[in-house]
């Protein structure tokens, strides 16, 4: 079952991200929710293994408290953790990741916001994670997702 989320899209600088998490607008971008599989189960019901990073590959499975997303129109997928003004998006990431965590996504059937990892299209190819590359969602502006 796919539930749908939106992204808030309507940022001109990233200096502007911090409130667009809790900005009303017009302008969003579709994004579905996938279920944990059965292979993906185990870490969907918190036997993650301690350490493991936000912000990880679905392809391996999202940690309890985060869902497998896509957005429509932009390829591959990735894990996205909850966040709201009283609880940011955590700021672990995988391994040498330099992109950003921002609560920059939000679900229009309950208004539930998730975290993403914010890069530079044009920046440093080392912002995301291996198997994952910035794609773009905003002039200049993307969100790292894993291409496999």
Known sequence: MLATLSFAASFAAPDE??????ASSPDLISIRVR?????????????????DPHY???A???RSDEADTTIDNVSGDFCAPSCDIFDPCPTDK????????????????DNKQYCALVCS???????????ASCKTIAKGIGI?????
């Open 17 to 22: 991200l911090s409130r667009i998490g809790n």
């Open 94 to 109: 995988p391994s040498g990741v330099t992109a950003d965590p921002e609560c920059v996504l939000r679900d229009p059937t």
């Open 60 to 62: 391996t499975g999202c």
């Open 144 to 148: 790292c997702t894993y291409d496999d």
């Open 121 to 131: 299209v044009n920046g440093a190819s080392d912002q995301c994670d291996v198997n």
């Open 35 to 51: 279920k944990s599989s059965s292979a993906r189960a185990a870490r969907a019901h918190g036997l993650e293994f301690p350490g």
């Open 56 to 58: 990880g590959d679905p």
